[in-house]
């Protein structure tokens, strides 16, 4: 059911969705239509009820209907289409909230049952569509119920026009007037609070996936730089508080230019891919953070670590590295990386970058696959 | 004022509350969204303590309710007002944003929604508004706290609810025990029940709308973030690779259909390493944002896909366009980036790029970006800052290229 919703919210077209909300609405207006049409004939029902206003109620669900099957009809061929059909999807909103709220409006707007009617078809409504549509809508609606009342205060109307005192005896609603009405209560609770839970859930989904997308790097999954700049401030900080050693290991791909010209690009997103399985897998998770910088540059964050546990981390890297075999499709490629470490002892951030792009700097300019250390200058 | 002041400025008001709620909804930090459900729920609260208290000042007023229930209920209720309104001072004393007090949390949400519903019950759950009131409730602390926070007031207040209509049903209890006139019989309401009937109902109903549409536009905002977060590179604001994939992939139809011309332009920035080495990584993200900006404007919007390729490299779709055209646009570009100077401190310099064009033919988009790409590398082989274009007939790959 869930994954069901999911689907509907996530990958229906607009049109697909104006199909869903008129499939979901128009089988309810023609049970209504059968069901008060009963009532009518039977005498024990029809006592409760004052038959103009249910008639003229009636030939409204017609036309609803038509007017939703009309719709449904029209949209069917371009249901795939992503171009949304804005009038249809303003008449279905109003078609279906308008014989909804003349509904509640003739049965009475004071009860909690036709309130949640009310409210679940708006909640659906919101669900499915577009604020605007539904805006409008709302407006309409709005000021419908609020004119009714208004009549009704000011006594040109009666309160629910549709039923009459025929449902009570003795000061007691009737059986199926307290069966229908505890029925439409506890259906109306039951719709509404799942959908609403269903509603706050996928906001915290698309919530918890914008931060992680936000945060990590699309092709190898690791951090991306915004989160590395972030983890690297703090990390930066606790160490000049704490005093502890704090490594930053900067890793570049050597020669990668040459692997996208002759593999292909393809083959060099591969070779990064894999790299960051590397990564991920030779740093002790979670104080330890590798990183993508951007292109063809790594990095890993290393707190308290000495330098002689960076040194052999970024040894076992290199090492691990220039053994494996990266793989794309049928081809079969080597790289090596090269690696600039270096301690941060009370820099601040831009000091460090330099520094460890320097180490990086000297790792190439002697002949790359190698660890360099930052030397530390006087200041 | 003028009109469109008022509006404007509502307009900015509406946002702003939006995203204020959207930041409780979202953050999720218990000292503060315990401090708002608090204070939310007991102003919705007060609004019954009130209706009641005006109740008692009447002799025919206070015979609507059960002799000797009035007083009590109204301790009762104000005791739990004060209740919710001392957590809500010690939400604002707890200041501490990240810490997590998940005993507060139960604390502030068991007596709201058990309260709630014992309101309801004592009123009567079927014709009054009580039971939107509880919706409402439960939709503020969901939506304030996560699933499993709530799930135990849930669970109670679904429990009271069932427990009570077994009661009545049986004849344990009678309907809406506070009350002593009978509510609803179809004959006209007293007019101090039929006020308190609509001022909760117009309460419920406007804080139901309010929530649902807070909760779909805050939805659909994030759905927006995310589509851009997964189809923009961050740095340009451009479309990135995969998305220009995508977007390949169906231009490269509808020109199979149509056989209109459409071409594939690939920029490369000349020497670009360096200078990234000799003038700072920072300098190298102004230009690839700059030629990010530049190709933005030299493309129609709509029709053209401008993306960030890879590192330095970015890529043009030109829909409708021939190989003479698409040089062109890509003159235009080169020669706006080459009058370009960046800065850094006192000092500037320029970038040059090379580029590779190519016109997809019979929807071939294999052949036209492998065309594409070795124009590229023709025109850095011939010294770079220019550009080398062709036609990618699926069969060859001899005829000559010609250099512009």
């Keep these: 059911m869930r994954r069901l919703l999911e689907r509907i919210f996530e990958e229906f077209t607009p049109n697909a969705r104006v199909l869903v909300a008129v499939g979901a609405a128009t089988p309810f207006l023609i049970v209504y239509f059968v069901l008060h049409g009963m009532a009518l004939r039977h005498e024990e029902f029809r006592q409760g009820l004052h038959a103009g206003p249910v008639v003229g109620l009636q030939a409204l669900f017609l036309l609803c209907s038509v007017v939703n099957l009309g719709i449904g009809v029209k949209l069917w061929p371009r249901r795939w289409v992503n171009e949304p059909a804005d009038d249809l999807t303003q008449l279905a909103c109003l078609s279906i909230g308008l014989a909804y709220t003349l509904l509640c409006m003739l049965s009475g707007t004071f009860t909690s049952g036709t309130n949640l009617i009310l409210v679940g078809v708006l909640a659906i409504g919101l669900l499915l569509f577009e604020l605007q549509p539904m805006v409008v809508a709302y407006l309409v609606c709005a000021v419908l119920l609020v004119g009714q009342d208004v009549a009704v205060m000011a006594g040109w109307l009666p309160y629910a026009p549709a039923l009459s005192e025929g449902l009570f005896s003795g000061g007691k609603p009737v059986w199926w007037f307290v069966w229908w009405r505890q029925y439409v209560l506890y259906a109306g609770w039951v719709v509404m609070i799942g959908l609403l839970l269903f509603l706050l859930a996928r906001l915290d989904h698309l919530h918890d996936n914008l931060t992680r997308l936000s945060y990590t790097d699309g092709l190898t999954g690791l951090a991306n730089r915004r989160r590395f700049m972030d983890v690297l401030g703090t990390e930066l900080a606790r160490q000049a508080r704490q005093g502890q050693a704090l490594c ?25 891919r894999d790299l960051g399985r590397i990564l991920m897998a030779s740093v002790r998770t979670p104080t330890d953070l590798p990183a993508r910088l951007g292109g063809e540059e790594f990095a890993v964050v290393l707190p308290d670590t000495r330098l002689d546990e960076a040194r052999r981390v970024a040894e076992r890297l290199r090492e691990q590295v220039a053994t494996h075999v990266f793989q794309d499709g049928d081809q079969r490629l080597r790289v090596t990386v090269s690696v600039g470490l270096v301690v941060a002892r009370d820099m601040n951030l831009a000091t460090l970058l330099q520094q460890a792009d320097l180490a990086l700097y000297r790792a190439k300019e002697t002949g790359r696959n190698r660890v360099v250390e930052a030397v530390e200058r006087a200041p | 004022m003028t009109n469109e002041h008022v509006l404007a400025r509502l307009h900015r008001w509406w946002w702003r509350g939006i995203d204020a709620i959207e930041a409780h909804l979202v953050e999720r930090r218990h000292a503060a969204n315990i401090r708002v459900f608090c204070l939310g729920f007991a102003a919705v609260l007060s609004v019954i303590w009130c209706l009641q208290w005006l109740a008692g000042w009447r002799e025919d007023l206070n015979a ?20 919710l309104l001392g957590m809500a001072a010690w939400g604002k004393r707890a200041r501490d944003a990240r810490a997590s007090h998940p005993w507060a949390v139960q604390l502030a949400l068991v007596p709201a929604l ?3 519903v014992v309101l309801g019950v004592a009123h009567g759950l079927h014709d009054t508004p009580v039971p939107m009131l509880i919706l409402n409730v439960l939709v503020f602390a969901r939506g304030l706290f996560a699933w499993r926070e709530v799930r135990w007031a849930l669970a109670l207040s679904v429990l009271l609810v069932l427990a009570s209509e077994w009661l ?37 109903a406007v804080l139901m709308s309010l929530v649902l549409f807070c909760l779909a536009v805050a939805v659909q905002r994030r759905r927006a973030e995310l589509e851009t977060l997964v189809r923009t590179d961050a740095l340009t604001g451009l479309a990135n690779r995969r998305e220009f994939m995508t977007q390949l992939e169906r231009e490269a139809h509808r020109q199979a259909r149509s056989g209109r011309p459409m071409s594939v332009v690939l920029f490369d920035v000349d020497h670009f390493k360096q200078v990234n080495d000799r003038w700072g990584h920072p300098a190298g993200d102004e230009v690839l944002a700059r030629i990010g900006a530049l190709l933005k404007a030299h493309t129609r919007d709509q029709v053209d896909t401008a993306a960030r390729y890879g590192g330095e490299e970015f890529v043009l779709l030109l829909p409708d366009t021939g190989v003479n055209e698409a040089c062109l646009v890509a003159e235009k570009i080169a020669v706006r980036l080459r009058q370009e100077r960046f800065t850094v401190g006192d000092q500037g310099f320029h970038v040059t790029q090379s580029v590779g064009i190519a016109q997809v033919v019979e929807g071939d988009l294999d052949q036209a970006l492998r065309m594409a790409d070795r124009n590229l590398y023709q025109a850095k082989q011939a010294g770079r800052d220019r550009m080398v274009a062709s036609v990618a007939f699926p069969e060859d790959v001899k005829r000559p290229a010609w250099a512009v």
């Design chain 1, 248 to 272: 930053l290991l900067l890793i570049d791909v050597d020669h990668f230019k040459e692997v996208n010209d002759r593999h292909g690009h393809h083959a060099g997103d591969a070779v990064l």
């Design chain 2, 64 to 83: 609507l309710y059960r002799p000797g229930w009035w007083g009590p209920t109204l301790v009762w209720q104000a005791g739990l007002i004060a209740w």
């Design chain 2, 114 to 116: 058990g309260g709630i």
């Design chain 2, 168 to 204: 009545t049903g049986s004849g344990h209890m009678p309907y809406a025990p506070l009350l002593s006139a009978p509510v609803f019989t179809g004959a006209a309401l007293h007019p101090w029940w039929a006020l308190w009937v609509r001022v909760l109902f117009v309460l419920a």
